[in-house]
């Protein structure tokens, strides 16, 4: 069997396992949501409210800008103390930058259901009798969510259905007539833009709009310090909860843009990848250092890479370790990968 035959062989088998879905930031990136990169830049470029111009606040902010300006955004905001004030004016430019891409896929996927690929992948792993997918995600974006509706499935977050969205405390299931419907659950470990607490402190889930509502704060982890301590209290416990529970009953594994750079998902995604029985698939326009030290230590015993190069798409397997080229594929981008599987 040559390299081709069997990178796909594998990557069949993967897909035919119903894989746990990680999504990473270039799986964002693909449909124009910014990454760390630019956000780190859209923050140091951004003013304090004038409640934080006095010396208490303007220290650490200053200390930011220095650091964000030599290193990424998750280090230069890491060890650096920020008022809650501060912190504050973070999260809410975070989100204000990010939304305003998230909301522009909203509008196109309204326009056309067929936009997003990951729709296609949805739609391709739930027409066996599988009435749920597990996707594990660190972004805030709602891409699987818009994914998984634009297919005619439901997407649960851990909040009850509507456009008024509480935490649930038993999980909700919607039936048509005696079946339950397929649905797409989301765990979205470092909290979502459609995430809120409100005045009276409840964090509710709501639909896409445009601005933060009067009187509510958006609940999403940011990067640095803050992000260790944040990720204890909830719904992040009880999202993190869930998806080391996907992860720990995984079959296989199917990585779309995801780096291995997050302390809190890949250590028992990675134990479990060393089962002989559970493959690995991951797509990627590059892959970061910290992939590349996980696959060559030899312990993830079936893997499959498929990063982007100048002739077309690498593939790095167990096999193949050092890594084969495929000339003129483009195999690395998900709409291009789900030709391997759907034929």
Request: glycine share 8%; proline share 7%; charged share 20%.
């Given at each position: 069997?040559?390299?081709?035959?069997?990178?796909?062989?594998?990557?069949?088998?993967?897909?035919?396992?119903?894989?746990?879905?990680?999504?990473?930031?270039?799986?964002?990136?693909?449909?124009?949501?910014?990454?760390?990169?630019?956000?780190?830049?859209?923050?140091?470029?951004?003013?304090?409210?004038?409640?934080?111009?006095?010396?208490?606040?303007?220290?650490?902010?200053?200390?930011?800008?220095?650091?964000?300006?030599?290193?990424?955004?998750?280090?230069?905001?890491?060890?650096?103390?920020?008022?809650?004030?501060?912190?504050?004016?973070?999260?809410?430019?975070?989100?204000?930058?990010?939304?305003?891409?998230?909301?522009?896929?909203?509008?196109?996927?309204?326009?056309?259901?067929?936009?997003?690929?990951?729709?296609?992948?949805?739609?391709?792993?739930?027409?066996?009798?599988?009435?749920?997918?597990?996707?594990?995600?660190?972004?805030?974006?709602?891409?699987?969510?818009?994914?998984?509706?634009?297919?005619?499935?439901?997407?649960?977050?851990?909040?009850t259905f509507g456009m008024f969205g509480a935490r649930a405390v038993?999980?909700?299931?919607?039936?048509?007539?005696?079946?339950?419907?397929?649905?797409?659950?989301?765990?979205?470990?470092?909290?979502?833009?459609?995430?809120?607490?409100?005045?009276?402190?409840?964090?509710?889930?709501?639909?896409?709009?445009?601005?933060?509502?009067?009187?509510?704060?958006?609940?999403?982890?940011?990067?640095?310090?803050?992000?260790?301590?944040?990720?204890?209290?909830?719904?992040?416990?009880?999202?993190?909860?869930?998806?080391?529970?996907?992860?720990?009953?995984?079959?296989?594994?199917?990585?779309?843009?995801?780096?291995?750079?997050?302390?809190?998902?890949?250590?028992?995604?990675?134990?479990?990848?060393?089962?002989?029985?559970?493959?690995?698939?991951?797509?990627?326009?590059?892959?970061?250092?910290?992939?590349?030290?996980?696959?060559?230590?030899?312990?993830?015993?079936?893997?499959?890479?498929?990063?982007?190069?100048?002739?077309?798409t690498r593939v790095f397997t167990h096999e193949a370790?050092?890594?084969?080229?495929?000339?003129?594929?483009?195999?690395?981008?998900?709409?291009?990968?789900?030709?391997?599987?759907?034929?």
């Open positions: 069997m040559d390299a081709a035959n069997a990178m796909q062989s594998h990557v069949q088998d993967c897909v035919g396992k119903l894989p746990v879905i990680v999504l990473g930031s270039g799986a964002s990136a693909a449909h124009g949501i910014p990454g760390m990169g630019p956000l780190g830049k859209h923050l140091a470029a951004s003013t304090l409210p004038v409640h934080c111009q006095e010396t208490l606040h303007l220290a650490g902010w200053q200390d930011f800008l220095g650091k964000v300006q030599l290193m990424d955004l998750e280090s230069a905001l890491t060890g650096v103390n920020v008022t809650p004030e501060v912190l504050e004016h973070i999260v809410h430019t975070t989100w204000m930058f990010l939304n305003a891409a998230d909301f522009q896929i909203f509008e196109q996927v309204l326009a056309d259901r067929h936009l997003l690929p990951l729709s296609r992948l949805f739609q391709h792993l739930l027409r066996s009798t599988a009435t749920e997918l597990q996707i594990v995600t660190p972004n805030y974006d709602r891409l699987a969510e818009y994914a998984a509706e634009a297919a005619g499935y439901c997407a649960y977050t851990g909040f038993d999980v909700p299931r919607i039936h048509i007539g005696r079946r339950p419907a397929r649905t797409v659950n989301v765990w979205k470990v470092h909290g979502s833009l459609g995430w809120f607490s409100g005045p009276d402190g409840a964090i509710v889930s709501l639909p896409p709009v445009g601005a933060v509502p009067n009187g509510f704060t958006p609940v999403i982890v940011t990067p640095g310090t803050e992000k260790y301590r944040r990720t204890h209290e909830e719904p992040f416990r009880t999202a993190m909860h869930s998806a080391d529970n996907a992860v720990a009953r995984a079959n296989a594994f199917l990585c779309i843009g995801y780096g291995f750079n997050d302390d809190h998902l890949q250590p028992l995604m990675m134990e479990r990848c060393c089962r002989p029985g559970v493959p690995l698939v991951v797509i990627t326009r590059e892959l970061t250092p910290t992939a590349h030290r996980f696959l060559r230590c030899g312990r993830c015993s079936r893997y499959v890479v498929l990063e982007e190069c100048p002739e077309g370790p050092d890594g084969l080229v495929l000339v003129g594929e483009s195999y690395w981008r998900l709409d291009r990968f789900l030709s391997l599987v759907t034929g």
